[in-house]
């Protein structure tokens, strides 16, 4: 009953009842383009790269994130991916180019300039990755055993649809995000990867039926490999909405005959506060190796690249996982400045109780964030390279995926996000929350990707 007047609740209330309506046309509209296919492209070539996909995992990767656009050969196939990349380039400049620190602090006006130069960077990178999915579709057609042949103009105009594609998925994204609920290139890329799981979840479900070739274990083990989902999603939430809180005292400030002040406050330092971060940029770092092969066939590779490309091997999770680690470290120093929270107590008169303000807060702040960032990067990785292990114990491998990686942390984080907004608007309007007790909580601290 109180969830069936909780969305009474949410359709009296105007405003969100438009947002929500808004963001459901928006995704429609999403999910209609991803099954539009490229102009010229025969059904042949569309088996041929769907076969391929479904063989590589490298290439599931990349079909999950768009939504199975790419395996479809969709004006969409590239996804919101090169947006991403790009954002991810452009928040590394501002770390190390005065100007683009300069553009950050200028506020509104600094945003608008960075989000253009991000724009022309997407542009740069689909000019790039367009005539390399294009060829790799050549190539997969002709190994199909079908004659097919791009030539200079094909290229250039499909080059250019599957551009104008990937933008007006970020435009999509950014109408979500100013009249929607949610972040928009978030959502989208949520929605991409919860289209996937309804399919892969029939496909384990029917692996495991008596009769079906290499299933194993029975319904028994279907219902062990959903618990064992919910308990990886639980392990999510807690590691999102983990925090450690540290003691501030404000000090008492007498005005006139009256006494102001004195109440004791709270920092809450997060166990992740770099967020899903390290695992794209890990993940992008780990793309190259396929990348340089062109997209193509694997079976050419040897040696340590091979192992580099084979997303089940030994080697590729453990470099994998060692790169989470140290890039949870590299984001959460550069997000979480203790430096400027020291400075910032010692303005508003406040300290913490048996530490000496300034240099010494910040020094202790830098402790404490190292502590519970190790734990934090150390599950951060664990569940990153849960779906190799899923694997292992003979799960296919598009339902493996979501075991833990950066799709089920996204699910996670948008999720709480989203849920987090219409909270917000219900008790901005005096309506109970969404749940009984307590509030729900997101990711405050880096990109909401």
């Known amino acids: ?98 100007s683009f620190q300069k553009m950050q602090r200028e506020g509104e006006s600094g945003r608008q300039k960075l989000n253009q130069y991000t724009r022309y960077l997407t542009v740069v990178i689909l000019c790039l990755q367009a005539p390399a999915y294009l060829l790799n579709l050549q190539y997969q057609v002709n190994q199909a055993g079908t004659a097919a042949s791009f030539g200079a103009w094909t290229l250039a105009y499909l080059t250019i649809i599957l551009a104008a594609g990937s933008m007006f998925i970020m435009w999509l994204g950014e109408r979500i995000t100013d009249r929607g609920i949610g972040n ?10 919860i289209a996937r799981l309804p399919g892969a979840l029939f496909f384990e479900l029917t692996s495991r039926l008596p009769g079906s070739t290499g299933g ?17 999603t639980v392990g999510a939430v807690l ?41 794209i940029f890990a993940q992008a770092i780990m793309f190259i190796p396929i990348t340089l092969a062109g997209f193509g066939s694997q079976e050419g590779t040897s040696g340590f690249f091979h192992a580099l490309t084979d997303i089940n091997g030994f080697w590729y999770n453990l470099i994998f996982f060692l790169m989470i680690v140290a890039f949870t470290y590299f984001y959460t120093a550069i997000t979480v400045r203790p430096t400027q929270m020291a400075e910032d107590l010692k303005r508003n008169n406040g300290f913490i109780p048996g530490v000496k303000p300034g240099k010494k807060t910040a020094e202790y702040l ?38 833990g990686g950066t799709s089920l942390l996204i699910m996670v984080g948008v999720v709480l996000d989203t849920l987090q907004q219409v909270e917000s608007h219900l008790m901005m309007h005096h309506y109970d929350g969404l749940m009984k007790e307590g509030k729900i909580k997101g990711r405050t601290t880096g990109q909401a990707y």
């Open 239 to 279: 590691l999102v909405q983990g925090t450690r809180k540290v003691p501030v005292q404000y000090a008492k400030r007498i005005v006139g005959n009256r006494q102001y002040g004195g109440a004791r406050q709270y920092i809450p330092l997060k166990v992740n506060a770099a967020g899903v971060m390290p695992i």
């Open 366 to 403: 830098d402790t404490i964030m190292s502590r519970i960032t190790l734990p934090g990067s150390l599950f951060l990785g664990i569940v990153a390279i849960l779906p190799a292990f899923a694997r292992f114990f003979g799960i296919s491998q598009n339902f493996a995926q979501f075991f």
């Open 1 to 98: 009953m109180r969830f069936i007047q909780t969305l009474k609740n949410i359709w009296t209330i105007q405003e969100l009842r438009q947002r929500l309506l808004i963001t459901l046309l928006l995704v429609l509209i999403y999910r209609l383009g991803c099954y539009i296919v490229l102009p010229g492209i025969s059904p042949v070539a569309i088996d041929a790269l769907s076969n391929f996909t479904n063989k590589t995992g490298m290439m599931q990767l990349l079909d999950m994130f768009s939504g199975g656009a790419f395996s479809q050969a969709s004006i969409f196939a590239l996804g919101i991916m090169p947006y991403i990349t790009a954002s991810i380039v452009i928040q590394l400049l501002g770390m190390v180019l005065p």
């Open 216 to 232: 194993q274990g029975g319904l028994v083990m279907f219902i062990i490999e959903i618990i064992l989902l919910f308990a990886v």
């Open 184 to 193: 928009g290139i978030s959502f989208i890329i949520l929605v991409g990867i």
